[in-house]
């Protein structure tokens, strides 16, 4: 696969079908995590890979909990913004983010693979996210979708309990991304053009060049 083509595509894939992930692509997943740089080569991370049933079923009621607290704060005025202004192009693409993590929520238990990653006393992210991108690049030249969630947050004392995450050792939840072969189609994720969220050589300064649609497509 073309890096472009991986870079360009590697999007939110939540809807997933329940087909196992092979231990030779789970190792590719992982071989390419470790390949990321990390703060002062430290390699300060851990991973763990989750396919139990019974642990997925235990995790499964904490992240909807978790997640109706996201739904109830952080986004609750743009829930409230497309309820009043269903029509609104913000507003439906809001809606399809929200069923498709909805959906996501309501089947946890059903994803074939978690991977969690743990970074030790370093909560900036700088040594552990460029692993986990690493990782998500990996599966999708795999064929497998993934999706990266923040949301135990909110109940990190009961998600490290359940997976055994020592209390000693400073090792801080960090993110867990759920892995599955995608129900839908791969694609290049509509976002706000580079020109309207980059500066150069300042704040608010203007960037100098625009770029209206990606300049990447599948030949």
Request: hydrophobic share 40%.
């Amino acid at each position: 696969m073309d890096a472009y083509e991986a870079l360009y595509t590697t999007r939110a894939m939540r809807r997933l079908k329940q087909d196992p992930i092979p231990t030779s692509v789970q190792k590719k997943i992982l071989d390419a995590a470790i390949r990321a740089p990390s703060g002062g080569n430290t390699q300060n991370w851990r991973f763990m890979l989750v396919d139990d049933p019974a642990v997925k079923a235990k995790l499964g009621p904490v992240y909807r909990g978790c997640m109706d607290v996201v739904w109830g704060t952080f986004y609750k005025a743009r829930r409230d913004a497309a309820d009043a202004a269903p029509k609104d192009p913000e507003s439906i693409e809001f809606m399809k983010m929200y069923r498709s993590a909805d959906h996501l929520a309501q089947h946890f238990e059903d994803v074939p693979l978690l991977l969690f990653a743990f970074c030790q006393f370093d909560t900036s992210g700088g040594s552990i996210f460029p692993a986990v991108w690493n990782a998500m690049l990996a599966a999708r030249i795999e064929g497998v979708g993934s999706s990266l969630t923040s949301a135990f947050f909110m109940k990190v004392d009961e998600v490290k309990k359940i997976l055994g995450v020592p209390e000693e050792g400073g090792w801080n939840f960090s993110c867990c991304v759920t892995f599955g072969y995608p129900t839908g189609k791969w694609g290049v994720a509509p976002r706000r053009p580079a020109h309207e969220v980059a500066f150069h050589n300042g704040w608010d300064k203007p960037l100098g060049f625009e770029i209206p649609a990606p300049l990447w497509k599948k030949g």
